[in-house]
């Protein structure tokens, strides 16, 4: 008899040890799902989109050095007509081309000692232009033919195009659209796990956009704008804060 008593004391014992834990576990989802309830989820939705440049802004230099700076202000205003006359041939026009200013700078002679005189040996001077088209690969065919006038006898520097989508509006609205619908999916992938559900939004903000190279995957707390490529991703993050229950 004291063996059976003690066998059912122990076998009470085990059930009241089960049912302590069901009870916590139980307890402990009850006060998860009620604190989820109270305090809400907060989620951030991504969308992408690829978009292409409508507009190149291309810039040329041309850079010549003369004894004589009147001389020179001549040779570089020929060298820069040239340069005009060939970019129309290639298809930019009059009011896509913007004309810079000259600068000059003056080297002087140097004494037997190495010391800096007051005699002039040469003048350096340059003249930039600006090219803007909506015609981005001309643009970017410019960039590279364009050396083609150092043949000529012009000291040409062709600098790399920046490339730019100036209807940024439109696709802006459309990838908060979906950022947002993107982050109530993930809102009610979170809640059912949960054991909630979604039902209602108690604040939601924009992010930064980021416009990169259709590969990047660089990010940037301030918003990045790459201007190097044609093709470009943009990138909108929006976070929302669910009510649950």
């Known amino acids: 008899m004291a063996i059976i008593k003690r066998i059912d004391y122990y076998g009470i014992a085990f059930v009241l040890s089960i049912s302590l834990i069901i009870s ?4 402990g ?6 604190r989820s309830a109270g305090n809400g989820i907060n989620v951030k939705g991504v969308a992408e989109k690829r978009i292409t440049s409508n507009l190149a802004s291309w810039r040329g230099q041309i850079t010549l050095m003369d004894k004589n700076l009147a001389n020179g202000y001549d040779r570089l205003q020929k060298q820069y007509q040239t340069s005009v006359d060939y970019l129309k041939i290639k298809g930019i026009r009059d009011k896509n081309i913007e004309e810079g200013t000259v600068n000059t700078s003056t080297k002087y002679l140097r004494d037997e000692k190495g010391n800096t005189t007051t005699n002039i040996d040469t003048f350096t001077l340059s003249k930039s232009f600006t090219v803007e088209t909506s015609d981005v690969h001309l643009a970017k065919r410019l960039a590279k033919e364009s050396t083609e006038l150092i043949r000529q006898g012009i000291g040409f ?3 790399d195009p920046s490339y730019f989508f100036t209807n940024l509006e439109e696709p802006k609205l ?3 659209e979906k950022a947002a619908a993107n982050s109530k999916l993930r809102a009610e992938r979170l809640a059912q796990s949960a054991e909630n559900k979604i039902t209602g939004i108690v604040s939601a903000s924009q992010g930064i956009f980021q ?3 259709p590969n990047s995957i ?4 301030w918003g990045m704008y790459d201007t190097s490529s044609i093709e470009k991703k943009v990138r909108a993050v929006v976070t929302i804060k669910f009510r649950t229950e």
Request: hydrophobic share 25%; no cysteine.
């Open 24 to 27: 916590t576990f139980s307890g």
């Open 29 to 34: 989802r009850s006060l998860e799902k009620m």
């Open 157 to 159: 520097r062709s600098y």
């Open 218 to 221: 660089e990010t940037s707390s």
């Open 211 to 213: 416009i990169t190279k």
């Open 174 to 176: 459309d990838l908060l």
